[in-house]
């Protein structure tokens, strides 16, 4: 029944008189009283310290950071990322007041979200009355035992079961609901059949415990996508949502960090085991959404991934955003298990304890990634020494400026080498091969080929051999021979580790620049480059070689000296022939 009656300045005063401003800001932001005030971190721009501030009589908020400011609705709008019409919708539900009017395409996305939403719920609902009352739950409850979860902790994550065939759009049909609000919530395919069929179903909810999507366990043994997921939609967008937080927030405030876990399952196995304030950064690396969320309940985060090379990956990454948000980080590495979840399991009933003493030693984010880097130093091999240097270099640079210092100091503390070398901005980095060579290019032209040559050997001592029978050091600049010559000698003394022997009795600007090359090397660093290198240094010389007999050459014509220009002119030409000859090699095996 269209009644246009309610005009909008009657709807917002409506629905403004009925909800309470510091309630709904405090579903996103942690809020602390002060008098009469509450203050909080703002959501809405980085910071540390709260500046966001909400005044209850007046149901205005105010932050002194970003200056942004407003009522409820603007509040909404900026959070939901919606419009002023949107936010009134929102609000409007959740105060239960009937609005008449709303523009059709706002009208059709808030109920898209929301049809989308009730499928959602109705579907999780299905599944688990699938896994725990019917037959047709069997393969869910079996995976489900083979890994320990226990009836009660899958119920509080809501697990269910998708069986094989249309069994949700029966189910759908017999309820007389939309089988196309199903498809959009990307429940459903196009022909009925379930798009989690056969699998263990995991909903992804919201903080607040809204389902947004599933992420869904093949329970058969032939199925090679072990885990699927909901497609995004109008209600779910990928590395926004935090899974398990609906859940853990709680516990969170009260031990005042967080766990953050690679997997659901991790998570599952850890709140069943105690660690009730577990979550995982579900479907994608760590986000920087995901990092603001977390924010708004906690100023700690302790990292818990796989000990693989990608875990540890994911967790210098996830140290370096976490950092870049203000936030602390802590390391857990789980001995003797390849996860928290196999670790937890076998620990059985002392899990927790066995937990707790993980939790008390381990080291922030910056010491872990530090003792990595640093792992095996030998403090009497320079080039070693050199190697960790630069890696402890990188891995600083990567932290807010402010924490340089103190992360430098640290450093030397672990490893000896002092804060100075782990501060100094080293040389800027030769730029990288492109696919094309246009980078090798590029860095070849900012370093002579000499000086190139001479890193590339100091990297790489055994390329002497590639090298030492192409060229002679006089053809080498003037400034890279001795160093040259000092390198061979030492090489055809005590082989390729002969340089790191004789170091230290070189003259010390050569050491110098021996450590900038193991610090920071070269590009490619290889046999075939060191050649190409030892060529183009071989034809440099020798054009200039030829320019100067064609020099020598006009003196000796403007002098009439003829035998003089008779062999100028024969050395001429040889060297010209040979410079050809090379020159087209060189194309052929650059072709
Ligand atoms: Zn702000």
Request: aromatic fraction near 6%; charged fraction near 30%; charge should be neutral.
């Amino acid at each position: 029944m269209p009644t246009p009656t309610q005009t909008s300045d009657d709807a917002f005063a409506e629905v403004k008189s009925k909800v309470d401003l510091v309630k709904v800001v405090s579903e996103h932001v942690r809020l602390t009283k002060r008098n009469k005030d509450y203050w909080g971190l703002c959501p809405f721009h980085q910071e540390d310290s709260p500046s966001f501030h909400v005044n209850p009589q007046r149901q205005s908020w105010y932050c002194f950071g970003c200056e942004r400011k407003g009522d409820v609705f603007t509040f909404v709008e900026l959070i939901e990322k919606t419009d002023k019409r949107g936010a009134l919708q929102m609000l409007a539900e959740r105060a239960g007041v009937e609005l008449k009017k709303l523009s059709p395409e706002q009208k059709e996305r808030a109920d898209l979200r929301k049809r989308i939403l009730d499928m959602l719920k109705l579907a999780a609902r299905y599944y688990e009355y699938v896994l725990w009352e019917t037959p047709a739950g069997e393969p869910g409850r079996k995976l489900l035992e083979s890994r320990r979860v226990s009836e009660e902790t899958a119920r509080w994550f809501q697990l269910g079961h998708a069986p094989a065939g249309r069994g949700f759009a029966e189910y759908l049909r017999a309820k007389k609901r939309s089988l196309l609000d199903a498809q959009e919530a990307g429940l459903m395919r196009r022909d009925g059949t379930d798009f989690f069929a056969e699998r263990l179903v995991i909903p992804i909810r919201d903080e607040r415990g809204q389902t947004l999507a599933f992420t869904a366990r093949t329970v058969r043994q032939d199925e090679p996508r072990k885990y699927i997921n909901s497609p995004e939609t109008a209600a779910y967008i990928k590395g926004r949502v935090v899974y398990g937080l609906d859940l853990a927030r709680d516990e969170i405030a009260r031990r005042g960090h967080a766990v953050l876990m690679e997997g659901q399952f991790d998570v599952i196995t850890a709140h069943q085991f105690g660690v009730a304030n577990a979550v995982a950064s579900s479907g994608t690396a760590l986000t920087d959404d995901q990092v603001r969320l977390l924010k708004r309940f906690t100023d700690e985060l302790f990292l818990v991934f796989d000990a693989d090379r990608a875990g540890r990956e994911a967790t210098r990454k996830a140290a370096v955003l976490a950092a870049n948000h203000a936030m602390r980080t802590r390391v857990v590495v789980v001995p003797g298990a390849k996860d928290p979840d196999e670790f937890l399991r076998s620990a059985g009933p002392d899990a927790a304890g066995r937990w707790d003493e993980l939790v008390s030693k381990a080291p922030s984010g910056f010491e872990a990634g530090m003792d990595e880097d640093a792992a095996g130093l030998n403090p009497s091999k320079p080039n070693q020494v050199e190697l960790v240097a630069g890696r402890l270099r990188d891995w600083i640079r990567q932290f807010p400026t402010g924490m340089h210092e103190s992360y430098a100091e640290a450093a030397e503390r672990h490893t000896g080498i002092s804060r100075h070398l782990l501060l100094e901005d080293p040389e800027p980095k030769p730029v990288r091969q492109q696919p094309n060579g246009s980078g090798r290019r590029a860095a070849a032209r900012k370093l002579t080929a000499s000086a190139y040559l001479v890193q590339l050997l100091a990297v790489r001592p055994s390329a002497f051999d590639q090298v030492r029978t192409k060229i002679v050091a006089e053809e080498l600049d003037a400034d890279n021979r001795p160093l040259f010559v000092r390198m061979l000698e030492s090489y055809e003394r005590g082989g390729p580790a002969g340089l790191e022997a004789d170091l230290a009795v070189y003259p010390s600007e050569e050491q110098d620049l021996i450590r900038r090359a193991w610090a920071a090397p070269p590009p490619n660093v290889d046999d075939e480059v060191a050649v190409e290198l030892a060529d183009r240094i071989r034809l440099e010389h020798m054009k200039g070689m030829h320019s100067g007999i064609i020099r020598e050459l006009s003196e000796a014509e403007r002098g009439r000296d003829s035998d003089r220009v008779v062999r100028l002119e024969a050395e001429a030409r040889e060297l010209a022939r040979a410079i050809k000859d090379m020159e087209r090699r060189g194309e052929r095996s650059r072709a």
